[in-house]
């Protein structure tokens, strides 16, 4: 079974609309807007999709390595705002109580919608570098992409950093990033979550490439 390109943009753009339902549902009986940054946090979803879909479609930078590697950089920088949406489920501990039925599958949907977006980027990504290599040098560095997207999911959540700011504060955030990754007192937090997330990555990649190549 093959979603075709049309399919798969239709499928996201429904569930997104669902998503924008279900929030406008939420405002109406709660008159609160403290999940409208969900709609923020999506647009940054679709951001590495948008990229992905159109590198799918654009075949003169694939044969030109050096734009092919900006490109895939910048990507790379925007994809963990995809799976990014599942930790906003942090956020129902700021709850209203009287709507609190509601406000699970609003953030469910919510980061499931952001998890199939990354997804189904990396997915392609794959299917591009496994035609300019091979399909074991594609698994081996979408491999690596799902730790580094576990790692910028940490720097993003708990660290607060957005992924513009490699170019406003690159060395803050090179120091904040090493200092992760070996201080004590971040690092069992640090590396939880990026192998948490990108092994969790992984196995959902490693489940769908076949279905749905």
């Given at each position: 079974?093959?979603?075709?390109?049309?399919?798969?943009?239709?499928?996201?753009?429904?569930?997104?609309?669902?998503?924008?339902?279900?929030?406008?549902?939420?405002?109406?009986?709660?008159?609160?807007?403290?999940?409208?940054?969900?709609?923020?946090?999506?647009?940054?979803?679709?951001?590495?999709?948008?990229?992905?879909?159109?590198?799918?479609?654009?075949?003169?930078?694939?044969?030109?390595?050096?734009?092919?590697?900006?490109?895939?950089?910048?990507?790379?920088?925007?994809?963990?705002?995809?799976?990014?949406?599942?930790?906003?489920?942090?956020?129902?501990?700021?709850?209203?109580?009287?709507?609190?039925?509601?406000?699970?599958?609003?953030?469910?949907?919510f980061g499931l919608?952001?998890?199939l977006f990354g997804?189904?980027?990396?997915?392609?990504?794959?299917?591009?570098?496994?035609?300019?290599?091979?399909?074991?040098?594609?698994?081996?560095?979408?491999?690596?992409?799902?730790?580094?997207?576990?790692?910028?999911?940490?720097?993003?959540?708990?660290?607060?950093?957005?992924?513009?700011?490699?170019?406003?504060?690159?060395?803050?955030?090179?120091?904040?990033?090493?200092?992760?990754?070996?201080?004590?007192?971040?690092?069992?937090?640090?590396?939880?979550?990026?192998?948490?997330?990108?092994?969790?990555?992984?196995?959902?990649?490693?489940?769908?490439?076949?279905?749905?190549?």
């Open positions: 079974m093959q979603l075709s390109t049309l399919q798969l943009h239709r499928f996201l753009c429904l569930l997104s609309l669902f998503s924008m339902a279900l929030l406008l549902m939420r405002i109406a009986i709660s008159g609160s807007l403290i999940y409208v940054f969900l709609v923020w946090n999506l647009f940054l979803a679709v951001v590495p999709y948008g990229m992905s879909s159109w590198l799918q479609q654009t075949h003169w930078i694939r044969t030109q390595r050096f734009p092919l590697a900006i490109f895939l950089g910048i990507w790379l920088l925007f994809l963990p705002n995809a799976p990014y949406l599942i930790t906003d489920i942090m956020h129902l501990y700021s709850s209203d109580a009287p709507i609190l039925w509601l406000d699970p599958l609003l953030l469910f949907v919608n952001g998890l997804i189904f980027s990396m997915l392609h990504i794959f299917q591009i570098l496994s035609e300019i290599w091979s399909e074991t040098t594609a698994k081996r560095m979408l491999f690596c992409i799902v730790f580094l997207c576990g790692f910028g999911i940490y720097l993003g959540r708990f660290q607060r950093w957005n992924s513009w700011e490699i170019f406003s504060n690159p060395l803050l955030l090179l120091y904040d990033s090493v200092r992760s990754l070996l201080h004590p007192k971040y690092y069992i937090k640090t590396w939880g979550i990026t192998l948490g997330f990108g092994g969790f990555l992984w196995v959902i990649l490693l489940g769908l490439q076949p279905i749905l190549s």
